[in-house]
């Protein structure tokens, strides 16, 4: 009868083990509005990159910073939806300049239940608030995503992980560069 008990918990403990890691990543979905800020760095080269992620020589090659103030839409069937302002400094070789934008984009997600988070943007579109090129309309394609955790208040913070080539495309100017981003989310509802 001993040998029995020690048997079945044996067995039990194995399929316990044994089923911790699928019990790890059911998915986890959020809802509801959250706000968002961040910071984004890009480096520009309008000639492309090499296989190495350095410019691609004989273009112009500049840096852009800008921060994020969104509010991010979040549905339970793992999409969402975004709607952002960003304020720029472009180092644009001639000359310098600041600019702001509005820009909206979809997106999915997926949470695992132990609370990490990958969100992939899809194509971003807006128009130019401020600055030389005013009035103009842009859209960034191939957006890498971003990943990061779910805090035990609902709170989120995501970042890039990995440098990767997007697109930005505003009327005959396209720009191939690499950002990096960091965001937080908090919760609205």
């Known amino acids: 009868m ?16 044994a089923t911790l ?5 059911q998915p986890v979905q959020l809802t509801g509005t959250y706000a968002v800020t961040g910071e ?8 492309g990159f090499n296989l ?27 999409t ?11 180092y644009f070789p001639n000359p310098p300049h600041a600019s702001s934008d509005d820009a909206s984009f979809s997106f999915t997600y997926g949470a695992t239940s132990d609370g ?10 807006g128009i130019i608030l401020a600055g030389p090129a005013e009035n103009h309309t842009f859209t960034v394609v191939d957006v890498p995503a971003l990943t990061g955790w779910i805090g035990g208040n ?18 005959n100017t396209v720009w191939p560069r690499i950002c990096h981003r960091t965001r937080v989310l908090v919760p609205q509802d």
Not at 21 to 25: D, F, L
Not at 116 to 125: A, D, E, F, V, Y
């Open 80 to 90: 969402g939806t975004a709607q952002s302002r960003e304020v720029e400094i472009i």
């Open 52 to 78: 190495n992620l350095t410019p691609v020589a004989g273009g112009v090659v500049f840096v852009e910073s800008f921060t994020s103030q969104a509010i991010y839409t979040f549905n339970a069937d793992g």
């Open 21 to 25: 890691p699928v019990a790890a990543q």
């Open 40 to 47: 984004a760095s890009c480096l520009v080269s309008t000639s």
């Open 154 to 171: 609902g709170s989120v913070v995501l970042t890039s992980v990995d440098p990767n080539i997007e697109t930005l495309i505003s009327g």
């Open 2 to 17: 001993k040998s029995k008990k020690l048997w079945l918990f044996a067995v039990a403990a194995v399929f316990a083990v």
């Open 116 to 125: 990490k988070l990958l969100l992939q943007p899809g194509t971003i579109s």
